[in-house]
Structures are given as C-alpha cells and as structure tokens.
C-alpha cells in the first residue's frame, strides 16, 4: 500500500462523526483517490460496497434509477446485487465518480439520515461542480481536498521512514544537517523529477527509469487534455492556450502570466473562466498578487496580476520538454545532478509552490514597478505565521535555484515593511544557515514553514 497522509484524516473523520457526515473526496484526476478510498475501506470496516459510477452494470444502475429514494429497499438491493452484507456502524458505502451520478449526491441526505453505514464519495471536482445543476447540494457532506503526494509521501514509497524525521528535528534546533544534505538533496532531485502522481511514483519504484516514468506523466498529460475537450463547454482553445503557455511563462525571470504572450491585446477579462477552470480541475496552482504584506493577505489580494504554477512538477517537466518525444536520460541525469540552469529555476519555484499549497498556504507574492531602481523589487512567496501574534506576520519567501545569488529584493522590501514582517526566509539548494536575520532554508525543509 502506498502510505498516504489523507488517511489519518479518513481515520479522524470516521472515529469523530460516527456517520453523520458523509466525506467527499475531492481533486484532480489521478491523484489516487479511488485507491487510497478503497484500502482505507478494507483496513478499516468489516465489510464494504464500492459502486464505481464510471463503470455501472445494468442491474446496479437498475438499483440506483429504481430505488435511490427509497432508502431501505434501496440499501436490501444494493445488498444483494453486490453480493456483500453490510453491518450496522460497521461497513462503509463508496460512490467512486460521483460526479457520474449527481442523484446519488443528493441522496447522501437521506442515507447520512438513515445511520447505519458511513459514506464517502469521490470525485474530479471539475465535473462534480458541472453536473449540479438540478440537484439539492447535501448539507450532510463534508469536502476534502487530495493533492498529489508531497516529499515524505514520496520517501515512504521508497521505503524510507527516517529522512523526513531527522530533516524536521534539524528545522526545529535551526542547525544545518551537514554530512547529510547532500543525501538529502539527491532524494530531493529524484521527486523533483518524478513529481507526485502516484502512477508515476510506482513506475519509478518498480522500474528506476525516468524514462518510463515519463511515459506514464505523459499519459496524465495526455488524460488532462481530454478532459479539457470533455468538460470546457466554451472557449475550449482559450483553456488549452492557457495550459500550454504556463512552462514558457514560468520560464521567464518574472513568472507573471502575461495573457500578450498568447494573443496581442488579450485581456484577463476573456480568459478569467479559462484560469478558474484549470484552477478547480486542480491542474494548477495560482498565486496572486498582494498589495502589501499585512495581516489577512487575502484583503490585499491584486486580481490583475497572478503567477500560475503547475499543480504537479513532475507533470511540469513532461509538459514542458518536447512533447512529442520522450525524454532522454541525458535530460534526467542533468535533473538529477541539478545542472539544468536554463530551465531549473521554473522549476524550483513551482515545487515550493506545489509544497506550500501541500502545507495548507493561500499563495501570494509581492510585485513593485517602478522607474526608480531602489522601490523596484519581486518577493516570490508571500505566506502567513499560522497564529497571530503580533503585528509582524507575514514571512516573506525567495527561491532561489543557483548557486550564486543576490538578494536586493528582499533586502528592499525588509527595510520597507519592517514593522509587517516576521521572519524573512530563502530556499536554496544549499544546507541551513542564518545570516544578518534571514534564515536560508534547503529546499526540503519547505513543507515545515
């Protein structure tokens, strides 16, 4: 089983509310749901019903159009046409793509009601949005987000429980890890590269050929796309426009998305839908602009200027390298080896993202134009302490990929909004250190900010 960190809120979930609540899982496509549904169902229940709405055999889909509303002959059909016995409070009922049956949402009310069994639903959350329309959303139904799997994920998949344990006590003395940064980092690299799709985690676990990994990253890429021309019903190519220019402006040294670098004099007005549908779908991550760093970030929130980052690096990487071609090892090894300057700092930047929407974090940055040099200045990351305790809250964040590096950004905006700012950070791929009140963190460390 690939250990997966939604499971203890699974677990929680079906300790604290007894059946009061159903659960819907949702995210994007090929994150793991089913699977990570299913095992929790066979560990945790004496028995279970999956009814997988994408594949719904006649005599099942009989049960469901004839007797969803009648919730006792219902529950005796479903019985006995999956062949399993339910117990009382001791089974769990999995409508799997529930998106494909929107009635079997609505009924969550009368069966959460009934108390007998627990309920959890899955789904893409593009298509369980659509196909609402006609139906009373449950009260009764509590969301969740899953995401791809994070670095410690990543590590447990490899067989390795130790790292991540040793990586955060180093973070909570503040002390370099010395010897082992090196290690670290490589290990790093590998999920770098690999990204956090579970598919592609298991192709790399089985095989250690990044080449084959990268034929099943190319396979979700390519199930993306389909599920573009499947679920946009307008404006399909503006979409598709959008998600085929994030490697190229991610590639820029400012990574704001400059809607003139797919069509001369568009305006975000016409390709707003086109952002939030790739948003909700989960392929990506935006971050937007902040005004300036003060408590409740989202008050500041600049609508009219936003970065869009990837929701997966791994998928990044396949997205962005010659898509007609899979990738050569000579590609990977530069990966690995971190000597694809060229390309790397899009990279970076999007893993941090990725790590910190993990972490629970809003994204925001911060951006200053101006024709005088020292007021000009970019903070990639812009994150919240998670309790207030005083008026300095706000951490700003830089991410740097090279080994060289200046810092007169951050060093103009700490002198502006001194009285705002907690602890300043940069994550670099060099070990811990603390200089003159910055604190320099290997990039590992990011999920523990």
């Not at 994030?246 to 400012?254: C, F, S, T, V």
């Not at 910055?438 to 990039?443: F, R």
Request: charged letters at 30%.
């Amino acid at each position: 089983m690939m250990r997966r960190k939604i499971y203890d809120s699974l677990l929680k979930w079906k300790n604290e509310e007894q059946g009061r609540v159903a659960l819907l899982i949702e995210g994007a496509r090929r994150v793991g749901k089913s699977y990570i549904v299913e095992e929790f169902a066979k560990k945790e229940y004496r028995s279970y019903i999956l009814v997988d709405f994408s594949h719904l055999g006649n005599a099942m889909k009989q049960v469901f159009d004839e007797y969803l509303n009648e919730t006792e002959t219902f529950l005796m059909f479903l019985q006995n046409v999956a062949g399993i016995q339910l117990y009382n409070r001791e089974s769990l009922i999995i409508f799997d793509e529930v998106q494909k049956f929107p009635n079997a949402r609505q009924a969550i009310k009368h069966l959460v009601a009934d108390g007998r069994f627990d309920y959890i639903e899955t789904g893409s959350l593009v298509s369980i949005n659509e196909n609402t329309e006609n139906i009373l959303l449950p009260s009764e139904e509590r969301p969740i987000q899953m995401l791809p799997m994070d670095f410690e994920e990543f590590l447990w998949a490899l067989g390795d429980d130790m790292t991540m344990p040793f990586v955060k006590s180093c973070f909570d003395k503040q002390m370099p890890l010395g010897p082992m940064h090196r290690k670290v980092m490589t290990l790093f690299r590998q999920y770098l590269i690999v990204g956090g799709m579970p598919q592609a985690v298991l192709a790399y676990i089985e095989t250690k050929n990044f080449q084959r990994v990268d034929v099943v990253k190319r396979d979700i890429l390519s199930l993306y796309r389909k599920s573009i021309d499947k679920h946009v019903k307008r404006n399909k190519e503006k979409v598709k426009a959008v998600w085929d220019q994030i490697p190229g402006e991610l590639q820029k040294h400012e990574k704001k998305f400059s809607l003139a670098d797919i069509k001369e004099g568009a305006r975000y007005r016409n390709y707003e839908t086109s952002f939030m549908w790739l948003k909700d779908a989960r392929f990506v991550n935006v971050c937007n602009g902040a005004t300036e760093p003060q408590v409740g970030l989202k008050l500041k929130r600049d609508d009219r200027t936003f970065k869009c980052y990837m929701g997966d690096t791994g998928l990044l990487i396949a997205h962005a390298f010659d898509e007609k071609a899979i990738q050569g090892e000579e590609l990977y090894q530069k990966l690995l080896l971190g000597k694809l300057e060229i390309n790397e700092g899009m990279l970076v930047e999007n893993i941090v993202a990725q790590m910190f929407v993990a972490s629970g974090h809003t994204l925001y940055f911060y951006s200053a134009n101006s024709d005088i040099k020292e007021e000009r200045m970019e903070i990639d990351f812009l994150i919240e302490k998670p309790t207030l305790t005083n008026a300095h809250n706000i951490c700003p964040v830089e991410v740097k990929s090279g080994k060289n590096y200046t810092l007169s950004s951050l060093k103009k905006f700490v002198s502006r909004f001194e009285e705002q700012l907690h602890t300043p950070y940069v994550i670099h791929t060099k070990d811990l250190k603390k200089v003159d009140g910055v604190v320099y963190l290997p990039i590992y460390m990011t999920p523990l900010l």
